[in-house]
């Protein structure tokens, strides 16, 4: 079977979509100056559909498998959240983040990237956070630095999943690497692998409501990657 850590790690959540789901939103709404994005909002895939095929596969083309709650807000696009398996390139800083590590990842218009990286699980890293918590709780709100008033509001404040335009690696059969490359030709795209047990490129810049009708007419399958 998977192990969790050892074959598939998962960065700033658990192993479980639901605890992904509820993880993200607060994030989400610091980003957004307060506007809370509801966990309903957000599409959720967790890791049940991975197998040691596709850890196998990753391997191959030079990735790794992170589960990702991942968030995006450009100024020329609504607010974007959720949560899904990704390969990983080995050249990000997010494709070392094992075992207890947490990791998270943000790229700003004027710092760029930077990562806050630490331990997340085990008696002292956990006693620090909840006494955290109960300090912040027991300051009254003028005390609190942090103290951030939450807008609740009626409108829907990320964008539907079908709409968010992600990157992907997309498998076929193999020997069907010219299939691949025509019925992705109108996006930019990269061949990965070519072997005995399958083919399989990069589509960059796809949006994700128009994903699966080109995979399933190949008999593929897809999952995000991030580079």
């Known amino acids: ?9 998962v960065l700033s959540t658990d192993d479980d979509a639901v605890l992904c789901e509820t993880t993200t939103p607060p994030l989400s709404s610091i980003a957004l100056e307060g506007a809370y994005v509801a966990p309903e909002e957000i599409h959720t895939d967790g890791i049940s559909s991975i197998t040691l095929n596709d850890i196998n596969f990753a391997t191959r083309i030079n990735c790794s498998i992170k589960l990702l709650a991942v968030f995006s807000d450009m100024d020329d696009k609504k607010p974007s959240a959720y949560v899904a398996p990704h390969f990983v390139a080995r050249k990000s800083q997010l494709s070392p983040v094992e075992g207890v590590f947490n990791a998270i990842l943000v790229k700003g218009n004027a710092v760029g990237t930077t990562m806050y990286y630490g331990r997340g699980a085990g008696k002292l890293p956990t006693a620090s956070a909840v006494v955290g918590d109960i300090l912040e709780a ?15 509001t009626l409108d829907k404040v990320t964008c539907d999943y079908e709409d968010i335009v992600t990157n992907i690696v997309v498998r076929s ?33 796809i949006r994700t409501g128009d994903i699966d009708p080109l995979v399933n007419s190949l008999g593929g399958n897809w999952m995000h990657y991030m580079e």
């Open 1 to 9: 079977g998977v192990r969790v850590p050892e074959d598939l790690s």
């Open 138 to 152: 027991a300051l009254p709100p003028e005390a609190n630095a942090y103290n951030n008033d939450w807008k609740n």
């Open 173 to 205: 059969k193999a020997g069907s690497m010219e299939n691949l490359v025509d019925k992705f030709s109108a996006y930019n795209i990269k061949q990965v692998w070519d072997g005995n047990d399958c083919s399989a490129i990069i589509v960059y810049g």
